[in-house]
């Protein structure tokens, strides 16, 4: 029955396309992602419509209706709907080709036009915007899109959170426009590990700077939300976040990044030639197996270089214990836990989407892009495997 309906879809597509060409094709691409999202369903299932079996894992329910506009045209969907039904990871049925990258997507297209009708577009950005949205596009569509949008990731930003065992901080910085000077503006952003040992996105935020006063907002509306319980805090050293940290998030042990500690480590030595023999130095310290061991290893190091490099034997000595915090939890958690690296994906998957806006024309369009993306991030690790098993010791 499959392959029948199969082969008169495409003899219907193929007759649309021989009669009426180039016109035809948001009508051909409606019949055609509609009878993809009916296989998949019936593929989910385990069984097409009405047919009768026991392997079957749920059962259709009907389609419903959703417009989607694309360069070729309004396409006229019609979504399968499932009733009783669950995947592995426990999500109710939904067609792939809609799912993946829409909201980041949707944004990026959203950032590209705002620039293109405010005036600020380049060469390349207009390339893009040919692309991705095609040349006719006014103000009033880019705002009434934008805003159906940021109510979704207003929602998204804002949800109720709870139990968070481990909370990882980071910030990057993108160009956007400010007061007629394009500027750098810091995106914040919190990962939380919790109880079940998943990890999520809990929230980003664009500011100016890493002043105190933007962190402690940014920390402040995560406690507001019901983030609770935390044990500890990775980040990196930041004056204005440390500040922050303290005044929110007093009493909770707090584990600096030991990848920018040593970074910051190599403006110390005195000789290039030196910093491969520090470096591999700080590396034994880290991997000790207990706390004492690392003490150890570290008053070892400081001795070394106490007369041939003072300030950096200093700095060692005063710098090096803050990132050594993290002795005092699982040993299964170390890793992961020992610096902010688990940001690398999130930084890698933003970068890849602003680096083709290059510019956005305030904070506003960067923070759309940047929950867009992070949120569809949190989904996959929200129903995905388990970043830490919280039952180790």
Same mark, same amino acid.
């Given at each position: ?160 959170? =709870?139990?968070? #065992?481990?909370?990882?901080? /980071?910030? *990057?910085? +993108?160009?956007? %426009?400010?007061?007629?000077?394009? @500027? ?96 591999? =130095?700080?590396? #034994?310290?880290?991997?000790? /197996?207990? *706390?004492? +061991?690392?003490? %150890?290893?570290?008053?070892?190091? @400081? ?91």
């Amino acid at each position: 029955m499959t392959h029948r309906n199969d082969s008169t879809t495409l003899d219907q597509l193929m007759e649309l396309l021989i009669h009426d060409g180039p016109d035809a094709m948001a009508q051909a691409l409606t019949t055609l992602l509609n009878s993809a999202m009916r296989i998949e369903r019936e593929q989910a299932l385990g069984a097409a419509a009405h047919q009768r079996t026991d392997t079957r894992r749920g059962y259709a329910n009907g389609y419903k209706p959703k417009t989607l506009t694309t360069r070729i045209g309004e396409v006229a969907l019609q979504i399968p709907q499932t009733r009783d039904y669950a995947d592995e990871q426990g999500r109710p049925f939904y067609p792939s080709a809609l799912e993946r990258g829409v909201r980041s997507e949707r944004a990026l297209t959203l950032a590209i036009a705002e620039m293109y009708v405010q005036g600020v577009s380049t060469r390349k950005v207009t390339k893009v915007m040919e692309q991705l949205c095609g040349l006719n596009i006014t103000s009033t569509q880019v705002s009434r899109a934008a805003a159906e949008l940021d109510e979704q990731l207003h929602a998204w930003r804002n949800r109720p959170l =709870g139990e968070v #065992r481990y909370l990882i901080l /980071d910030a *990057r910085y +993108e160009k956007v %426009r400010h007061g007629g000077s394009v @500027v750098s503006c810091a995106l914040l952003t919190a990962i939380g590990v919790l109880p079940d040992g998943k990890r999520c996105v809990l929230g980003c935020g664009a500011a100016l700077s890493e002043a105190e006063a933007h962190w402690r907002s940014f920390l402040q509306s995560l406690l507001d939300r019901g983030m609770h319980s935390v044990k500890l805090v990775v980040s990196d050293d930041h004056a204005g976040l440390g500040a922050a940290r303290q005044a929110t998030l007093a009493g909770v042990p707090w584990q600096r990044c030991q990848f920018h500690l040593m970074q910051n480590a190599m403006a110390y030595v005195p000789k290039v030639a030196m910093r491969s023999e520090v470096a591999q =130095g700080m590396r #034994r310290v880290f991997a000790a /197996d207990d *706390r004492n +061991e690392a003490d %150890r290893r570290l008053a070892e190091l @400081v001795e070394k270089y106490r007369h041939t490099a003072p300030r950096l034997a200093d700095w060692l000595e005063q710098n090096v214990p803050e990132a050594l915090t993290i002795f005092a939890f699982p040993a299964a958690h170390r890793k992961r836990l020992r610096t902010t690296n688990g940001q690398e994906r999130l930084n890698k998957e933003i970068k890849r989407r602003t680096r083709v806006a290059t510019l956005f024309p305030n904070e506003a369009s960067l923070l759309r892009l940047a929950s867009a993306v992070l949120s569809e991030i949190s989904d996959e690790w929200e129903t995905s495997k388990f970043y830490l098993d919280m039952k180790a010791q």
